[in-house]
């Protein structure tokens, strides 16, 4: 028997399909020969002869004359029976329901209803009949006898679907446990090549031959993936280093293109800037003209806010201010007012210290410079790196040019670079200057001196 159990389970399927139809064949049989002899007393709720009438009496005198005789029968009629005369609105004409019931089926027949009466649930088995005109006729009995045979019908049948159900438990669990015995190691084995141990294969006991033909199936694949996954491995290995070298080829690449591109754009800016600074200086009669100009090129294209020129005092030998300018949309009133008013002798401050070392000094945040007398102005003001470069000419400082941003940004060797190139541009401008101011004070004296030769010559003729 366990050997039938074991290697049929389908048997036993076939065994539960079977008595789940005897089941159900037991149990609906009789309840369906009760349902057959007790359908022929609905007739008994509802007197076709009465309906008759009413249709008969509907025709010879139209709706008043019903709902007249409706009036009248209502005033002797059963509490158990309902009778109603709807307009085709479905608005009441007469009878003992107050309104139509929403439960009546669309289309005329008997059929077996739950409606509301004064407040409580009423089962019924009522007549719908369409009369001419579209009025509707309701009529109808309580149906106590009805429901209980409708109530045992579906009682019957749940019972019989569970009976049902219990004897699939039953048999499913002995189809569990036929199978159970030859699934329970195959399912270890898969367990322990899912956890990585390919070496494991699955054991052909001999008793069963579709499981043993299972297992020599299942042993061969694994074989064929064992040896499949040694490929496998080495490919990825392969791959996962291609993968690795290219990701940092492309890491490199696309880092290049960024500081490639930022450093384009930084050119660009610093030759905009260089060309409005050359043409201003070439059309600039002296540098205090020059200086405006020349702080708004800076400031705009190198991103600065804030910019002012220095100029060195040779008699009282000290640096002076004598032109600052800033963005618009930078509000430094106090700074510019001090920076204008500040004046430092050689090697004080940082305006001092560039003059004496005629090189350029970059701070990023001057907020936190003891040597920065402007730092708590600044503060207040939202500056913070500060940038200053000498004018210089022959190794000589002439002047020193300072730069404010708002933002904290880091020293730049390039911006060093620039602005020596500036500072030179600035101080070949003041030496040109000052060659064409030396040129037409020696053509003023030559002039002179020739007209006073000329003179002396007439006074001696």
């Known amino acids: 028997m366990i050997g039938l159990f074991r290697f049929s389970p389908s048997r036993l399927a076939l065994m ?9 064949g037991l149990f609906a049989i009789p309840l369906w020969y009760v349902w057959r002899v007790n359908y022929s007393t609905l007739r008994t709720y509802i007197d076709a002869e ?11 005198e139209g709706p008043s004359g019903l709902a007249a005789a409706i009036a009248a029968r209502v005033r002797i009629l059963p509490r158990d029976e309902i009778l109603l005369l709807a307009d085709p609105s479905k608005a009441r004409v007469a009878g003992n329901l107050l309104a139509w019931p929403p439960e009546v089926p669309d289309s005329p027949g008997t059929s077996g209803l739950v409606i509301d009466r004064d407040g409580s649930s009423l089962r019924v088995v009522a007549s719908y009949v369409r009369l001419p005109g579209g009025y509707r006729l309701l009529m ?9 045979l409708v109530d045992l019908f579906w009682h019957g049948i749940a019972f019989a679907a569970s009976t049902v159900l219990v004897l699939g438990a039953i048999i499913g669990w002995m189809i569990r446990r036929a199978l159970l015995s030859e699934v329970h190691e195959i399912s270890r084995t898969a367990s322990a090549i899912v956890e990585g141990d390919l070496a494991r294969r699955v054991p052909a006991r001999g008793g069963s031959a579709e499981l043993d033909s299972l297992a020599q199936t299942v042993n061969g694949m694994l074989e064929q993936l064992a040896r499949q996954n040694l490929r496998l491995e080495d490919e990825v290995a392969v791959r996962r280093h291609a993968e690795q070298a290219l990701q940092a080829a492309q890491s490199g690449l696309e880092g ?5 591109t930022a450093e384009l754009a930084q050119a660009n800016q610093w030759l905009l800037a260089q060309h409005v600074v050359t043409q ?6 002296t540098l205090e003209r020059a200086a405006p100009n020349v ?7 190198l991103n600065w806010d804030f910019g002012a020129l220095w100029s060195i005092d040779r008699e009282k030998k000290i640096l002076r201010c004598v032109e600052v300018w800033h963005k618009e949309s930078v509000a430094v009133p106090q700074f510019a007012a001090a920076t204008l008013a500040s004046t430092f002798g050689r090697g004080i401050g940082l305006p001092g210290r ?24 600044a503060a207040r003001e939202g500056l913070h790196t500060a940038f200053w470069f000498p004018i210089l000419l022959a190794g000589e400082a002439l002047g020193v040019v300072e730069f404010l941003s708002r933002e904290i940004q880091p ?26 101011d030396g040129l037409r004070l020696a053509q003023t004296e030559l002039t002179h001196v020739t007209r006073v030769a000329t003179l002396g010559e007439m006074t001696t003729s």
């Open 16 to 24: 539960y399909v079977a008595l789940s139809a005897l089941v159900l």
């Open 50 to 60: 009465d309906v008759r009438t009413m249709v008969d009496t509907f025709e010879r």
């Open 280 to 285: 201003t200086l070439a059309e600039a009669a």
């Open 140 to 148: 109808g009995r309580e149906s106590a006898r009805f429901q209980s």
């Open 354 to 377: 560039v003059w004496a070392s005629r090189a350029p000094i970059c701070i990023p945040d001057v907020i936190h410079d003891a040597n920065f007398a402007r730092a708590p102005i």
């Open 411 to 436: 020293p730049d060797q390039d911006l060093l670079d620039m602005m020596a190139t500036l500072g030179s541009q600035i101080g070949q401008f003041i030496e040109r200057k000052s060659a064409e």
């Open 256 to 260: 290049l293109i960024v500081r490639r």
């Open 295 to 301: 702080l708004r090129a800076v400031c705009e294209f």
